[in-house]
């Protein structure tokens, strides 16, 4: 690898991104967006939640974009770093995955994007036939000020750039590239099942871990409601990644997931979790097209 120091900071990520896993904040109303999301639930405790998004053409490939890729060694328990996804393999991106650019991270509202990536207008280094690789962000790849960015700072801003997990790397351009220009595209995420919601934390903080979400790929915002003592929409915060906290009291409610992604879709998962739930399980809810 030519770029040892970009490397090591996008794999140590993961282990700085573990401080902010502290409970803090009480959260209050839902905003108006939500609220007009949720019909207000009808009445408080009506199972009719309809998802307000028919109308609402699918999520499709975007334009082409021009940008540069690196890559990075790890494996799948740290491919997925920064956005707070535990083993990729395991939770269905396999190892084609992306650590992207700051710009591009947005403070980890990127994460679960697909991506389309061609390696191009590099003969001597891009793999014949110029195949295109389907990958997923999972990961950030932080700048490095003390080099410039066009010598090494890869990802500092602003640029788009892609350092994707090695084997990703290696599927469209050679090794001693080190880094390759492409072209790349958002594209639909393509998944098995629902999206799935772990949940960790303890009964005065909630941190639901969100993943396989399909469509646009992108979660921007998640409420939460149970069927008893909290009947209600409660909105969820970003903690980091694809990390929501809440600090409602979730313990022996039946629970409801209302997800929305980025293309301004809505999937809601109706009482997905028994109220006898654990900390450390994971639920399978509605996912989108």
Known sequence: MQFPLGSLVTLSLLFLVTFSLLPYYVHANIGSSWRHAAHNMLGGGSDKLTDLDSHRPLFTAGPWNHAHATFYEGGSGTFGGACGYEDVVKQGYGLDTAAVSTVMFKKGETCGACYEIKCVNSPQWCKPGQPSIHVTATNLCPP??????????????????????????????????????????????????????????????????????????????????????????????????????????????????????????????????????????????????
């Not at 639909?188 to 941190?207: A, D, E, Q, S, V």
């Open 144 to 289: 490095n000020y003390y080099q410039s960015s066009d010598n090494g700072g890869w990802c500092n801003p602003p640029r788009q750039h892609f350092d994707l997990a090695k084997p990703a790397y290696l599927k469209i351009a050679a090794y001693k590239a080190g880094i390759v220009p492409i072209h790349y595209r958002r594209i639909p995420c393509k998944k098995h099942g629902g999206i799935r919601f772990t949940i960790t934390g303890n009964p005065y903080f909630n941190l639901v871990n969100v993943w396989n979400v399909g469509g646009a790929g992108v979660v921007t915002g998640v409420q939460v409601k149970g069927d008893h003592k909290m009947k209600h929409w409660r909105e969820m915060k970003r903690n980091w990644g694809q990390r929501w906290e809440t600090s409602a009291m979730l313990v022996g409610e039946r629970l409801t997931f209302r997800v929305r992604a980025s293309d301004g879709r809505y999937s809601t998962s109706v009482r997905v979790v028994p109220k006898n739930w654990r900390f450390g399980q994971t639920f399978e809810g509605k996912n989108f097209p």
